[in-house]
């Protein structure tokens, strides 16, 4: 316990300095924007600036990175309230009572309250990341490659199952094409050639950062221009500091919001959309004023804000610990921890106990930047959404080129860019999930690696999968997951809770 504050004191003289801050508020700044303009997600701005800061020194880089990542994820709620169109996924639950708070000439008042709840969320979540992280890392010294195997495949499934709302189905088809994506090249082990076609190119396989700046990027480009051009909801904000007994009065909706949204972040995939709906459908079920939500909620709004930012640390716990994302953003921030010489994993306590818990100082760092900047610049800001598209789009497609060409100065990642673009945006028409998609590039080596090696190990021997403890315990939430997932299985579950609940 001591050895972590003095190591926690440690690492904040890494960032006690001008250039820190310079980048905190900067990058901060550029994630607001981006989260704020709809179409530009979070994990789109964190893949554009991991190509663009590819020549810092890994601990700037990658505040950079978290910087964008938590002012995106914060800047969502701008668009959320006053345009009825959530800047990123995570804030579509935020939509729900910003909008008519808008509406009702309170669109001040709701972008104030959405930062302070954003605020607090992402301080909770950061005490569970400096508790957690330490000890997850420690259990997961216990996983072998039979483990490995099957949480793999227990993140493509719950992710799957989690990001997808009408038809898990599709959650999984998404989760295994991005599998199949990560089988492309020569395998691990024996250097063979896999699904290359005699494409000397594709030998290499298909890099994560091309791939994900063309599904989050170049897809929301064509995905934007697509769709209608929206219309603010107020020109006018009137009062944004919010009331100090106003937050207090829902203390208890932001502590239940907090754990809520830290648990989901840290399912593999899963993300803070669904932390926020969690969170959202939680206060409204335990709220005095459930007669209130949809119509302009205060706790509502508050609920929502707070599921989605907690989740941010949440998601950065396994990622940091078992080198499993536990979002789409996550997923380009792990890519860019590799890119610079970082390996997140079981042994980093043992390998880089520091950079833990630097990782908790920029997430810190940013929560507050998120504060002063938001409470701050909150008029602004609001010419950003005044902005025409069709100048806007034009400059990202750029950056979405000349991202994956900065880093291996090759047209062909260019052309992959390109590819997944129109694979992403294909994929978002029929109404796949694109979070499976990431998880399952991410997790493809993972599951590859493992799967053969624990075949090496075992000679072939299935039993080790099914009966190691850990390994068990996975393969049947696996499956739990699965079953649930299934019509009349659940039909079956709610009659026998109901039957329970009725005796």
Same mark, same amino acid.
């Given at each position: 316990?001591?050895?972590?504050?003095?190591?926690?004191?440690?690492?904040?003289?890494?960032?006690?300095?001008?250039?820190?801050?310079?980048?905190?508020?900067?990058?901060?700044?550029?994630?607001?924007?981006?989260?704020?303009?709809?179409?530009?997600?979070?994990?789109?701005?964190?893949?554009?600036?991991?190509?663009?800061?590819?020549?810092?020194?890994?601990?700037?880089?990658?505040?950079?990175?978290?910087?964008?990542?938590?002012?995106?994820?914060?800047?969502?709620?701008?668009?959320?309230?006053?345009?009825?169109?959530?800047?990123?996924?995570?804030?579509?639950?935020?939509?729900?009572?910003?909008?008519?708070?808008?509406?009702?000439?309170?669109?001040?008042?709701?972008?104030?309250?959405?930062?302070?709840?954003?605020?607090?969320?992402?301080?909770?979540?950061?005490?569970?990341?400096?508790?957690?992280?330490?000890?997850?890392?420690?259990?997961?010294?216990?996983?072998?490659?039979?483990?490995?195997?099957?949480?793999?495949?227990?993140?493509?499934?719950?992710?799957?199952?989690?990001?997808?709302?009408?038809?898990?189905?599709?959650?999984?088809?998404?989760?295994?094409?991005?599998?199949?994506?990560?089988?492309?090249?020569?395998?691990?082990?024996?250097?063979?050639?896999?699904?290359?076609?005699?494409?000397?190119?594709? /030998?290499?396989?298909? %890099? +994560? $950062? =091309? @791939? *994900?700046?063309? &599904?989050?990027?170049?897809?929301?480009?064509?995905? !934007?221009?697509?769709?209608?051009?929206?219309?603010?909801?107020?020109?006018?904000?009137?009062?944004?500091?919010?009331?100090?007994?106003?937050?207090?009065?829902?203390?208890?909706?932001?502590?239940?919001?907090?754990?809520?949204?830290?648990?989901?972040?840290?399912?593999?995939?899963?993300?803070?959309?669904?932390?926020?709906?969690?969170?959202?459908?939680?206060?409204?079920?335990?709220?005095?004023?459930?007669?209130?939500?949809?119509?302009?909620?205060?706790?509502?709004?508050?609920?929502?804000?707070?599921?989605?930012?907690? /989740?941010?640390?949440? %998601? +950065? $716990? =396994? @990622? *940091?610990?078992? &080198?499993?994302?536990?979002?789409?953003?996550?997923? !380009?921030?792990?890519?860019?921890?590799?890119?610079?010489?970082?390996?997140?994993?079981?042994?980093?306590?043992?390998?880089?106990?520091?950079?833990?818990?630097?990782?908790?100082?920029?997430?810190?760092?940013?929560?507050?930047?998120?504060?002063?900047?938001?409470?701050?610049?909150?008029?602004?800001?609001?010419?950003?959404?005044?902005?025409?598209?069709?100048?806007?789009?034009?400059?990202?497609?750029?950056?979405?080129?000349?991202?994956?060409?900065?880093?291996?100065?090759?047209?062909?990642?260019?052309?992959?860019?390109?590819?997944?673009?129109?694979?992403?945006?294909?994929?978002?028409?029929?109404?796949?999930?694109?979070?499976?998609?990431?998880?399952?590039?991410?997790?493809?080596?993972?599951?590859?690696?493992?799967?053969?090696?624990?075949?090496?190990?075992?000679?072939?021997?299935?039993?080790?999968?099914?009966?190691?403890?850990?390994?068990?315990?996975?393969?049947?939430?696996?499956?739990?997951?699965?079953?649930?997932?299934?019509?009349?299985?659940?039909?079956?579950?709610?009659?026998?809770?109901?039957?329970?609940?009725?005796?």
């Amino acid at each position: 316990m001591l050895d972590g504050l003095v190591q926690l004191g440690n690492a904040f003289t890494v960032f006690a300095n001008f250039t820190t801050l310079f980048n905190v508020l900067w990058a901060t700044l550029a994630g607001i924007l981006i989260g704020s303009l709809p179409g530009l997600t979070a994990t789109m701005g964190v893949a554009l600036l991991t190509t663009l800061t590819y020549q810092l020194p890994p601990a700037q880089a990658i505040l950079i990175l978290i910087s964008v990542y938590v002012g995106a994820i914060y800047g969502g709620s701008r668009s959320a309230i006053l345009l009825n169109i959530p800047g990123t996924p995570a804030n579509a639950a935020t939509t729900l009572d910003g909008f008519p708070l808008a509406r009702s000439g309170r669109g001040g008042e709701a972008m104030g309250i959405a930062t302070t709840a954003s605020m607090m969320g992402t301080f909770i979540g950061v005490l569970f990341l400096a508790a957690i992280a330490p000890l997850l890392a420690e259990f997961a010294l216990r996983f072998g490659s039979y483990e490995y195997f099957w949480l793999a495949i227990f993140g493509i499934v719950i992710a799957g199952q989690m990001t997808s709302f009408d038809d898990a189905l599709k959650g999984w088809i998404s989760g295994f094409l991005g599998l199949m994506v990560a089988m492309v090249g020569q395998e691990s082990i024996h250097a063979y050639d896999r699904l290359t076609f005699g494409i000397p190119d594709l /030998a290499g396989g298909l %890099a +994560l $950062i =091309p @791939a *994900l700046v063309g &599904a989050f990027g170049f897809a929301e480009v064509l995905t !934007v221009m697509k769709n209608r051009a929206p219309e603010l909801a107020a020109r006018s904000v009137g009062r944004v500091l919010p009331k100090l007994s106003e937050l207090w009065r829902y203390k208890r909706t932001i502590g239940r919001s907090g754990v809520i949204g830290t648990v989901v972040g840290i399912i593999p995939g899963v993300g803070e959309d669904i932390g926020a709906w969690i969170s959202y459908a939680a206060a409204r079920r335990g709220s005095k004023e459930k007669e209130q939500f949809g119509k302009g909620s205060i706790e509502g709004l508050i609920a929502a804000e707070t599921g989605n930012n907690t /989740a941010i640390p949440g %998601a +950065l $716990i =396994p @990622a *940091l610990t078992l &080198a499993v994302p536990g979002s789409a953003p996550a997923a !380009v921030l792990l890519a860019a921890m590799l890119i610079h010489g970082i390996r997140p994993g079981p042994l980093i306590m043992i390998e880089a106990p520091d950079f833990v818990f630097q990782v908790v100082w920029m997430v810190m760092l940013a929560t507050v930047a998120i504060g002063v900047i938001g409470l701050l610049l909150t008029r602004p800001l609001l010419q950003v959404l005044r902005v025409p598209r069709e100048r806007l789009m034009p400059v990202i497609f750029v950056l979405c080129v000349i991202g994956p060409y900065a880093i291996t100065q090759r047209l062909f990642d260019v052309y992959v860019m390109i590819g997944f673009g129109i694979l992403g945006f294909v994929l978002r028409e029929m109404k796949y999930p694109m979070a499976p998609l990431v998880l399952g590039i991410i997790l493809g080596e993972i599951l590859d690696k493992n799967l053969r090696r624990a075949l090496v190990l075992a000679d072939g021997d299935l039993t080790p999968f099914f009966t190691r403890p850990i390994s068990m315990v996975l393969w049947i939430a696996t499956l739990l997951v699965i079953l649930l997932a299934l019509p009349p299985v659940r039909r079956g579950v709610s009659r026998l809770l109901r039957w329970e609940t009725a005796a």
